[in-house]
């Protein structure tokens, strides 16, 4: 692949522009327990809200996002929560329908769910890569770094 294919990749492909956002763990891990560790497909927006405030407030997540649009100096979680929804929707990470009483609901997209899944083989990589003898290789050859 060229500099110009690759480039064009990480600027378009969903799973690549999800897991270099700003806020990918944060959001990940809001996924995860949200769907995957429920077996939930689908949530109703209100629901959705719900969890994520509660989830910005467990966290305290103040994480500085430019993206969100900042109506006050002030934003509480509720507010957050419902900006973060609808970026994530726009964005193409979560799916946003209605129902048939009007109500929207969502679901992960397949790029986002293509995204968790290799979550586990990034675990197993990391685990491969840190063991102990590894470990131990990277922290002594860890005070070389300040002379390169």
Not at 16 to 33: D, E, G
Not at 89 to 102: A, E, I, Q, T, V
Not at 111 to 127: L, P, R
Request: charged letters at 30%; aromatic letters at 14%; a negative charge.
């Amino acid at each position: 692949m060229t500099f110009d294919e690759l480039n064009l990749q990480f600027k378009t492909a969903l799973p690549l522009v999800l897991v270099r956002t700003k806020n990918a763990p944060f959001m990940l891990s809001f996924f995860y327990k949200v769907f995957k560790a429920t077996h939930t497909t689908t949530i109703t927006n209100m629901e959705l809200r719900n969890k994520l405030e509660r989830y910005l407030e467990d966290l305290e997540y103040e994480e500085n996002d430019d993206e969100l649009k900042a109506t006050t100096l002030f934003d509480d979680y509720s507010v957050r929560a419902t900006q973060y929804i609808e970026r994530w929707s726009n964005s193409g990470f979560l799916r946003k329908y209605p129902n048939d009483d009007g109500e929207d609901l969502h679901e992960l997209t397949s790029d986002t769910v293509k995204v968790m899944n290799q979550g586990k083989s990034f675990k197993a990589f990391w685990e491969f890569l840190m063991d102990e003898k590894r470990q131990q290789e990277y922290h002594a050859c860890n005070f070389l770094l300040p002379l390169w």
